[in-house]
């Protein structure tokens, strides 16, 4: 069935430099990509989404970048900040009528 | 806005009782999934429903069941609880079915089952 696979598990970066998240998604139909964070004690939120005709996105420091060719897409943070820190999801689905499969999560951890 | 609210928060049960767990999602939102979060497995798609009708289910067996009403709030129950079944329930409402949508979660309700 359809995959979506999510590395690294845990990262852990210095306060001001960049941290990178990969996904790996199996189902080449799949058509739209967004990631959430998730902060403690609290429920997923959507920070930035993607969709396959489009190969990169950016929202003030993150970013999403899209290979279709390769099937994986990532989420770039620059200038890491401490309310960074958080659990983050990817996940990707072919659309409406579809569920969206998730990946098994980052946790990000800033340090000061 | 109200945000999705879920209650109760937290719940300890026993070994095989039942469970009924709440979700209210945002006003004029139609849709409600619900998702089981554990360390090791992330979150787990349980079910979606629209409109009152169940339109995806995940790989979870029968114990789990849920419903929606008609003013769009949503239930989940699970029968004869089990050990394995202690895990943080999410809740997530959107404004259509299907993966397109963004989702709004609610913050959860912790379950233990003991």
């Known amino acids: 069935g359809e995959n979506v696979e999510q590395h690294p598990s845990t990262l852990s970066v210095q306060e001001g430099d960049s941290a990178v998240i990969k996904c790996t998604y199996s189902d080449s139909a799949s058509n739209y990509f967004p990631w959430y964070k998730q902060e403690l004690g609290k429920g997923p939120q959507l920070i930035i989404d993607i969709r396959s005709n489009v190969g990169e996105k950016k929202d003030q420091r993150i970013a999403v970048t899209l290979n279709k060719t390769a099937k994986h897409f990532s989420l770039h943070i620059t200038e890491t900040q401490p309310e960074d820190s958080a659990v983050y999801f990817c996940a990707a689905s072919r659309g409406s009528n579809y569920q969206l499969i998730w990946g098994a999560g980052t946790k990000l951890i800033i340090k000061p | 806005k109200a945000g999705v609210t879920q209650t109760p928060r937290y719940l300890i049960k026993t070994r095989g009782q039942q469970v009924t767990l709440s979700c209210s999602p945002i006003?004029?939102?139609?849709?409600v999934s619900w998702y089981q979060q554990t360390p090791g497995q992330g979150l787990q798609f349980l079910f979606e429903?629209?409109?009152?009708?169940?339109?995806n289910k995940g790989n979870f067996p029968g114990r789990f069941s849920g419903r929606q009403f008609s003013n769009s709030r949503s239930e989940m129950n699970v029968s004869t609880l089990e050990l394995g079944d202690s895990a943080l329930y999410l809740c997530a409402s959107s404004s259509g079915t299907g993966g397109f949508y963004e989702q709004y979660f609610g913050p959860g309700t912790r379950l233990t089952v003991t």
């Open positions: 006003s004029g939102h139609r849709s």
């Open positions: 429903y629209f409109s009152e009708t169940q339109r």
